[in-house]
């Protein structure tokens, strides 16, 4: 027994970063490719750098073939590659290495810290926007006022600066009511505005073709056109 526990710890260890477990199906890999490239890094450890398709497969419980088919697919995919190394006597041999996997490991954490500070971002955004709203209207929102403001940021993509924006402008216009704001929108999404900056441009350009209109001797302003009286902050 004390021969079999010597020669278990004659195995050694190999670290594994703990982010390889949490990522690896972000990195679209499955178990199966997983631990294959787990036991090529064993192998790697100790120094055999070219291991065979039947001594991979052979801790594995796939077949041969498969393990072949396996380890193409991760050459093609980028998550293992095989480079040229010479040895100390100057003999050229092929080594398997999977630095491309810690450099797509690399990647898909800083994605997935960018994706966290924008959800962050966006869920302080969204809890600004619901208590601009509240206390504009002075009162606590009613659930369907409430769905309004999810679907115009989830279904309509308007972004929150936006919505405050519309917000502002029925304020200013004394129609404090989300069937306006819903109005000014529609209208401003129609017309391809995106930010604060092209909603004032707009609204200046939309005053400035009005007042071309106001000549009496002109067809008067239609009121079912909304007009955006924009105001400077």
């Not at 391809?192 to 092209?198: A, L, M, P, R, Y």
Request: glycine residues 4%.
């Amino acid at each position: 027994m004390k021969s079999n526990v010597l020669a278990w710890l004659e195995e050694g260890n190999i670290t594994i970063p703990s982010l390889l477990f949490s990522e690896y199906r972000n990195l679209t890999l499955n178990e199966t490719e997983l631990v294959l490239l787990l036991n090529i890094l064993t192998f790697l450890e100790k120094g055999k750098y070219f291991p065979t398709p039947e001594e991979l497969s052979g801790r594995m419980t796939i077949s041969t073939a498969e393990c072949n088919d396996i380890l193409r697919r991760l050459l093609q995919r980028g998550f293992l590659e095989i480079i040229d190394q010479y040895s100390n006597d100057g003999i050229r041999f092929e080594k398997y290495s999977i630095k491309p996997l810690w450099e797509r490991l690399i990647e898909q954490f800083l994605v997935s810290q960018r994706n966290q500070v924008q959800e962050t971002t966006k869920k302080t955004e969204e809890m600004d926007l619901y208590t601009c709203f509240e206390k504009e209207f002075g009162r606590p929102l009613s659930p369907f006022e409430c769905e309004s403001l999810a679907m115009w940021m989830d279904d309509d993509h308007h972004d929150p600066v936006i919505i405050k924006a519309a917000l502002r402008e029925a304020v200013m216009s004394g129609k404090l009511n989300f069937r306006y704001i819903d109005r000014i929108l529609f209208e401003w999404k129609k017309n391809g505005i995106k930010t604060v900056e092209q909603a004032k441009n707009h609204g200046q350009k939309f005053r400035q073709k009005q007042l071309q209109k106001s000549n009496p001797k002109e067809q008067t302003y239609n009121p079912s056109v909304p007009f955006y009286n924009w105001l400077e902050n």
